[in-house]
């Protein structure tokens, strides 16, 4: 085990070990954030908290170029777990606890890199990424607004590597997010008699999302960088009173995730108008962009943009992915972002999550590179 790894599973006990489950947001700016004070001795360090267990610790050293974010947040354990998920076992050439695949890992090993080395090096810790609520990130792009070209003299950083677990690999693109609660309203009424469309609110419902997925189904044709159609999804149904009452209420809550090049705001009307009554309330309860923001061609500029990056920083480029990151935000604020880091998306949000030994250290090695060179 080589001396980087060995600091970094030191590092990940440590946080492991605290409890960063979202929900509940109860994060202060204690506990995870005392360590990590700590553990940055020659650092510029400034610590917001935002609510909600929204807090962010910025740590800068030097004049570095490059911001290497990560959350601190995990979701909550399930009652699968075979052990304690808040203490650390390295099983055969895994690392296994909550948090420690996504993405705490990733963490520890800009710990271990910021104490092995002395080389410019700027860090983002935030605790909000599992809550659908980006008070974190929000919060710092006011405080560090990505600038135009020509102002760099002015910009703290020229582009931003967002952890999450890529197999250790640069993520370029990747899907949106929007999710949504729709409500339909019927009038209750004895279920023995015909019915008109409009009587029962989980009749709407029902044709609303057989009109849904069939309008999912004829976007399959549409790509983007490797990634394939729109993605969705009915998470939840409720309504009616019981089988011989007309339902005089029902709500949806569904989501989609679009490529980088379909319209957000289009598809979200699209939704709206499907089925053969109209919804009574439509509201998007959080939208992420896509990675990389933008209308088509601006997407695949930056997207070419971020590549050459990876390939100047020497991280090898892989497939873009389904799920959703936080670069999107960096991306939409202005910066050139991508995503990077240790740990397979598999083995996230599962139980007994783990983390490959090999993969966390090429992480922790590859960064090391890059601080101690200078590059970062």
Known sequence: MSALLDATLQHLRALVAFDTRNPPRAIGT?????YLRAQLPGFEVTVNDYGAGAVTLHAVRGQPRLLFNVHLDTVPDSPAWSAD?????????????????????????????????????ALLFSTDEEANDARCIAGFLRAFPALAPGEGSRARYEAVIVAEPTRGEAVLAHRGIQSVLMRFAGQAGHASGEQKPADSALHQAMRWGAAALDFVAAQSHERFGGLTGLRFNIGRVEGGIKANVIAPAAQVRFGFRPLPTMDPDALLERFRALGEVPPTHCEETFRGSSLPAGDTASAETRRLVARDLADELEIPVGNAVDFWTEAALFSAAGYTAFVYGPGDIAQAHSADEWVVLGQLDRYAQTIHRIVSSGNA
Request: with cysteine; aromatic share 2%.
């Open 30 to 34: 204690g506990g995870i954030f005392d």
């Open 85 to 121: 998920p808040h203490a650390l076992r390295v099983e055969g050439d895994c690392a296994i606890g909550l948090g420690a695949c996504d993405i705490k890992g990733a963490a520890a090993a800009l710990l271990a890199v910021a104490q092995a080395t002395d080389g410019p090096l």
